[in-house]
């Protein structure tokens, strides 16, 4: 199944989209993308935390001149909101990575590429060379691949690099186990069907096998097999050492992703991080960690305006980057929104899912007496209970 255009500008919300990728998806691709750890406790609070928060609107404010503009990690975005890194984009969209960052730079946001993806760095570099790169790392044992990695993002211009912290090993995803959806892959006869029943997908897919594009080392074997020698590549010993280490080898802003306390924020900013991401991984990590926005006030705290801050999980409404904004965020991220609208309609999927973003927050904005991103202070928000 293929949507048309119009088909995706009758989405109305992320949530529609959501529902055109889980149509396109076979089950277990879906519910990898879809889903988190364990009890998914972590996952449903990243959403549920927005619905702590009312935003309080000023009247008699003129905003009929409105601009979601915005500057982070110093360079200009069209809004507040960028690409999270997401491994295996390109399977659930054949070229998922290009596709993606082409409409991140059509739409004036940054985009991140995984460690984990599907297309190299060089050639997302290649395809997308006036956007805003970032390009996210994984702690590697193998230290020469990984100062290898950082060498060939540097090469590439990509302009920021986002230093993931959360995954010593991966989360316990349960839906993963029970699809078959594994290392190796254990597939069902349920999973099988569901695939052959998904022509659209099964399709695009086969036209290119999917690999590892930064691990071509490995590239050898079936891609379960190299899937299993790429996750076991990942380092569970790395430390803040090996952290200052990156720092001294990364020339450009350094964002360390994963921060859910506000002392491991502080010493990220020691180490001379120009930013952190709080975030819990989308929920795929610790289940039972706290929502990434509950997470925000304290961070944003012991940060006290030394670096920035990105909010990263359960962002899915104009109104939820407002919010964080409120709550002391410069920006924030998201990985499924993004995912969501590739799956369902490739590049013009994604623009849409910024579009849905993009008119949500002017909306707001011109509702909340706001008219640019600046303006939105923590007097706009009110937190549920005190109400
Ligand atoms: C399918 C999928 C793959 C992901 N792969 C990565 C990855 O390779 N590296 C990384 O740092 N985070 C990865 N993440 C986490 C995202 O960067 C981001 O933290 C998360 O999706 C934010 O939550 P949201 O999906 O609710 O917006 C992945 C998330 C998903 C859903």
């Given at each position: 199944m293929e949507y048309s255009e119009r088909q995706l500008e009758?989405?109305?919300?992320?949530?529609?989209?959501?529902?055109?990728?889980?149509?396109?998806?076979?089950?277990?691709?879906?519910?990898?993308?879809?889903?988190?750890?364990?009890?998914?406790?972590?996952?449903?609070?990243?959403?549920?935390?927005?619905d702590?928060?009312?935003?309080?609107?000023?009247?008699a404010v003129n905003v009929s001149n409105r601009s979601l503009e915005h500057r982070f990690l110093g360079a200009a975005s069209a809004m507040p909101i960028m690409l999270s890194p997401t491994g295996l984009a390109g399977f659930f969209r054949r070229n998922g990575e290009v596709l993606a960052a082409q409409a991140a730079a059509r739409s004036g946001l940054p985009f991140c590429l995984s460690t984990n993806s599907i297309a190299s760095i060089e050639e997302v570099a290649r395809a997308v060379p006036d956007g805003?790169?970032?390009?996210?790392?994984?702690?590697?044992r193998d230290r020469e691949w990984m100062d290898g990695l950082l060498r060939r993002a540097a090469d590439a211009h990509y302009r920021v690099l986002c230093l993931t912290v959360d995954l010593p090993l991966t989360g316990?995803?349960?839906r993963d186990v029970r699809n078959g959806f594994t290392l190796p892959l254990r597939p069902t006869l349920t999973s099988v069907f569901d695939m052959a029943c998904r022509p659209g997908w099964l399709l695009d897919a086969m036209k290119s096998p999917p690999k590892f594009g930064n691990f071509e080392m490995a590239s050898s074997g079936s891609f379960t097999s190299v899937a299993q020698h790429v996750a076991s590549l990942f380092d569970p010993s790395a430390n803040w050492d090996d952290v200052a280490r990156i720092r001294e080898r990364w020339k450009g802003p350094l964002v360390i992703k994963g921060i859910l306390h506000p002392a491991d924020a502080a010493k990220a900013v020691e180490l001379g991080a120009e930013a952190v991401m709080v975030s819990n991984h989308g929920g795929r990590q610790l289940d039972h960690s706290p929502p990434a926005l509950t997470a925000l006030p304290e961070i944003a705290q012991a940060i006290a305006g030394r670096a920035e801050i990105i909010l990263d999980g359960g962002v899915r409404r104009g109104t939820d980057v407002l919010k964080a904004i409120a709550l002391?965020?410069?920006?924030?991220?998201?990985?499924?929104?993004?995912?969501?609208?590739?799956?369902?309609?490739?590049?013009?999927g994604v623009r849409r899912a910024v579009e849905i973003f993009r008119q949500e927050m002017d909306n707001a904005m011109a509702l909340l007496g706001t008219p640019n991103i600046a303006g939105i202070t923590r007097d706009h928000v009110r937190r549920c209970s005190s109400f």
């Amino acid at each position: 199944m293929e949507y048309s255009e119009r088909q995706l500008e009758r989405a109305q919300s992320i949530s529609d989209l959501r529902l055109l990728a889980r149509r396109r998806l076979p089950k277990a691709v879906f519910d990898f993308i879809d889903g988190g750890a364990a009890d998914e406790r972590t996952l449903r609070g990243n959403e549920a935390a927005f619905d702590d928060w009312f935003l309080v609107p000023r009247v008699a404010v003129n905003v009929s001149n409105r601009s979601l503009e915005h500057r982070f990690l110093g360079a200009a975005s069209a809004m507040p909101i960028m690409l999270s890194p997401t491994g295996l984009a390109g399977f659930f969209r054949r070229n998922g990575e290009v596709l993606a960052a082409q409409a991140a730079a059509r739409s004036g946001l940054p985009f991140c590429l995984s460690t984990n993806s599907i297309a190299s760095i060089e050639e997302v570099a290649r395809a997308v060379p006036d956007g805003d790169r970032w390009f996210q790392l994984y702690f590697l044992r193998d230290r020469e691949w990984m100062d290898g990695l950082l060498r060939r993002a540097a090469d590439a211009h990509y302009r920021v690099l986002c230093l993931t912290v959360d995954l010593p090993l991966t989360g316990k995803r349960e839906r993963d186990v029970r699809n078959g959806f594994t290392l190796p892959l254990r597939p069902t006869l349920t999973s099988v069907f569901d695939m052959a029943c998904r022509p659209g997908w099964l399709l695009d897919a086969m036209k290119s096998p999917p690999k590892f594009g930064n691990f071509e080392m490995a590239s050898s074997g079936s891609f379960t097999s190299v899937a299993q020698h790429v996750a076991s590549l990942f380092d569970p010993s790395a430390n803040w050492d090996d952290v200052a280490r990156i720092r001294e080898r990364w020339k450009g802003p350094l964002v360390i992703k994963g921060i859910l306390h506000p002392a491991d924020a502080a010493k990220a900013v020691e180490l001379g991080a120009e930013a952190v991401m709080v975030s819990n991984h989308g929920g795929r990590q610790l289940d039972h960690s706290p929502p990434a926005l509950t997470a925000l006030p304290e961070i944003a705290q012991a940060i006290a305006g030394r670096a920035e801050i990105i909010l990263d999980g359960g962002v899915r409404r104009g109104t939820d980057v407002l919010k964080a904004i409120a709550l002391g965020a410069t920006a924030c991220a998201s990985g499924r929104s993004f995912l969501w609208g590739l799956s369902a309609g490739g590049e013009a999927g994604v623009r849409r899912a910024v579009e849905i973003f993009r008119q949500e927050m002017d909306n707001a904005m011109a509702l909340l007496g706001t008219p640019n991103i600046a303006g939105i202070t923590r007097d706009h928000v009110r937190r549920c209970s005190s109400f």
